[in-house]
């Protein structure tokens, strides 16, 4: 199931960047924590793209990251969303997403599949200008931890940040959080705090 799962995101993140009408890539700072203690900062990059038919938006996000204590991270998402016009006050646009999260330690591994509901709000101070900021929430499946038995549960996540357009095209900053919890017998979960900055053009 969960080589099922990984290849259907990857297989939607590759039609999105086939006809990507925006791609963006940066750096992404990972902060971890599992329970138990148990929580490290990986420093990695990240991928993604959006193409937007219409009103209908796709789009896709893969980051990877790693090097304390030989651990690494990975991540991945993709969705299909709808965006409305607030008349003059931005546009919000809701949408469907599912992804995949992996992290990988000595002697172990905590994974999980998760789907859900998704929200992006964004403003345009000036042209070049804008503010975002999005939630959502779901539930992990196909989740993993080595040794355990995992059932998962409801997953949620936040974040927002700032789009500053520079020469043809846009730089990033913004932080984004995850929860996906793996076992609440044993107090296991997978939080992710990312903070990111890159840049972005547009075809």
């Keep these: 199931m969960r080589q099922i799962v990984l290849a259907l995101v990857l297989g939607m993140g590759a039609v999105s960047v086939a006809n990507a009408a925006t791609v963006g890539v940066g750096f992404d700072n990972v902060g971890i924590s599992t329970g138990h203690g148990l929580g490290m900062t990986l ?4 991928l993604k793209a959006r193409q937007d038919f219409g009103l ?4 896709a996000r893969f980051e990877g990251a790693g090097g304390e204590n030989r651990s690494d991270f990975f991540g991945g998402h993709a969705g299909i969303g709808y965006r409305l016009s607030l008349d003059g006050l931005g546009h919000v646009t809701p949408s469907l997403r599912m992804g995949y999260d992996a992290l990988n330690v000595p002697g172990g591994s905590l994974d999980a599949a998760f789907a859900g509901v998704h929200v992006r709000y964004t403003y345009a101070i000036t042209p070049a200008v804008g503010l975002y900021a999005d939630g959502g929430f779901g539930r992990d499946f196909a989740t993993h931890v080595t040794g355990l038995s995992t059932i ?3 997953t949620y996540e936040g974040g927002g940040g700032m789009d500053f357009r520079i020469g043809p095209g846009t730089m990033n900053a913004g932080y984004q959080y995850r929860h996906l919890p793996l076992s609440s017998v044993d107090d296991l979960h997978l939080n992710t705090g990312q903070f990111t900055i890159g840049y972005g053009l547009s075809f």
């Design 43 to 46: 420093p990695g990059g990240y």
């Design 56 to 59: 209908w938006v796709a789009s």
């Design 152 to 154: 998962g549960g409801l």
